[in-house]
């Protein structure tokens, strides 16, 4: 067994104010309208538009670049909208390395493909900065209402859709906030300037919706009493749960959750108040652990590691996140499997892991071979999922597959009046955009049943 050595403690403001904000600041600054329109001329328009089939909400790319190069970026913005109500957060979060810039003819050919997700965000935040009005219109009021839980990408896109068809909307909040993954998921410098709460308040606009937080399914609100006082309902309140970790001494102080550290990290106020520690081990190898790593060495970490039981190919982080995570100095390790966390007087101290291997058919296998890092905090990053007990015992006919709700391909529940949408159905991606057009579809079929 090797041993490499790294200690340290848990600890708040080590970096100035004027660090933090430079590490804090955005990742991505956005275009001005000349590089807008320069990028928008690489674009070559294709008639079989590759990178449109690859976005989940099917937004007219080659449309709204042209109306970019045609210096109408809030017409190119309406485009976008008119696909995914959430296309300014999905400009800045979306893995469009993996997505439509991925099958970009100049990516193909160049390796250098036209910069969407850019060029989306520069028309989105145009609309949104220099327009009062907002872009879509209530069709008259159908006197119908709909119940919408969750205020996260897939209930708000839900419930901009219903709107815009005219039926009255409440949407159930358990948290304090609406938002979702977009306000408590996503790390700060990928979405500064408070933009989750301004894009909520903007899709409000359109009028016919009501969100009341502080509302739990379950504790506060019941899924018969839904069913029975709206017309359908919607369930979109997204992965509450996360995944255990079986390694010994997981519950040891300085041993968290990565989901909610980056939550607290999203709404605090004073980044110098946010302890971290001097050598940091996050396990993982989603975008989660990605965010927790970036951000824990944005806070002054001085060593941080990302762990990954697999190797490199296999991490759902893109290789984008990877070079992001390690172009700001985080170290990441492959297949290393948590085996066990040491600790003194309950405090963490390091964490051993067994060396793994996969066969040709991926099946990971233990090498035998051991290496402990000694580190003082340790973030958890291995996955989410859905807590049925809120559904469970009031929503018998509320059909679960692999632990999360199944649903049609209408997003229809097993539930007479109950569709759902986001990370909590079986199948889902877990991405902001799918869980958008989740919701879109769950929208369009409610309006139809509703409209029969």
Same mark, same amino acid.
């Given at each position: ?12 403001? @080590? ?33 079989? &538009? ?97 119940? #919408? ?7 708000? +896109?839900?419930?901009? @859709? ?28 990928? !979405? ?35 069913? &029975? ?36 990290? @999203? ?22 652990? #990605? ?26 982080? +893109? ?40 066969? !040709? ?7 035998? $071979? ?16 859905? #807590? ?5 015992? $009031? ?12 649903? =049609? =391909? ?32 769950? &929208? ?9």
């Amino acid at each position: 067994m090797s041993v490499e050595r790294r200690s340290g403690t848990i600890s708040a403001g @080590r970096l100035s104010a004027e660090q933090l904000r430079e590490n804090f600041c955005d990742l991505h600054p956005p275009m001005n309208p000349h590089e807008a329109a320069v990028e928008a001329d690489r674009c070559y328009f294709c008639y079989d &538009a590759p990178c449109m089939n690859a976005c989940p909400t099917g937004i007219d790319i080659p449309l709204f670049i042209r109306q970019i190069a045609a210096d109408n970026p809030n017409g190119a913005a309406k485009t976008i909208f008119d696909a995914n109500i959430f296309g300014a957060m999905c400009a800045r979060v979306c893995p469009t390395e993996t997505l439509c810039e991925e099958v970009c003819v100049r990516e193909v050919a160049e390796d250098q493909p036209v910069r969407i997700g850019m060029l989306q965000r520069y028309a989105t935040d145009h609309l949104m900065e220099t327009t009062t009005e907002h872009p879509f219109k209530r069709a008259a009021e159908t006197g119908k209402r709909v119940a #919408v839980v969750g205020a996260g990408p897939a209930g708000l +896109s839900c419930a901009h @859709r219903l709107s815009m068809h005219g039926h009255t909307v409440t949407v159930f909040e358990a948290r304090q906030k609406p938002g979702g993954l977009n306000e408590y998921g996503i790390a700060t410098y990928k !979405a500064t300037d408070d933009i989750a709460q301004a894009e909520v308040q903007w899709l409000l606009g359109i009028g016919g919706i009501t969100i009341e937080t502080d509302k739990a399914l379950g504790r506060d609100i019941h899924l018969r009493d839904l069913t &029975a006082d709206y017309d359908a309902v919607f369930l979109g309140m997204g992965l509450a749960g996360v995944n255990a970790l079986t390694a010994e001494g997981a519950d040891s102080a300085g041993s968290s959750d990565a989901v909610g550290w980056i939550a607290d990290l @999203r709404q605090t106020t004073d980044l110098s108040q946010v302890p971290v520690g001097n050598r940091v081990v996050v396990i993982g190898g989603g975008m989660t652990a #990605v965010d927790a790593a970036v951000q824990a060495k944005n806070l002054g970490a001085d060593e941080v590691t990302i762990a990954y039981r697999r190797g490199k190919e296999a991490m759902s982080a +893109s290789g984008y996140e990877q070079e992001v995570a390690a172009t700001r100095g985080v170290h990441l390790r492959y297949n290393l499997q948590p085996k066990r966390i040491h600790a003194e007087n309950g405090d963490v101290t390091g964490i051993t892991f067994e060396k793994t291997a996969s066969d !040709a058919n991926g099946k990971l296998s233990a090498t035998g $071979e051991e290496v402990t890092l000694e580190a003082d905090q340790i973030f958890k990053a291995i996955g989410q999922s859905f #807590v049925p007990d809120s559904v469970a015992a $009031e929503g018998a006919a509320l059909t679960l597959d692999g632990g999360r709700i199944a649903v =049609d =391909d209408e997003r229809k529940t097993s539930m007479d009046k109950v569709w759902a949408g986001g990370d909590c159905i079986a199948g889902g991606e877990d991405l902001t955009v799918v869980a958008v057009e989740d919701g879109k579809i769950a &929208a369009e079929s409610i309006h139809a049943a509703l409209s029969a």
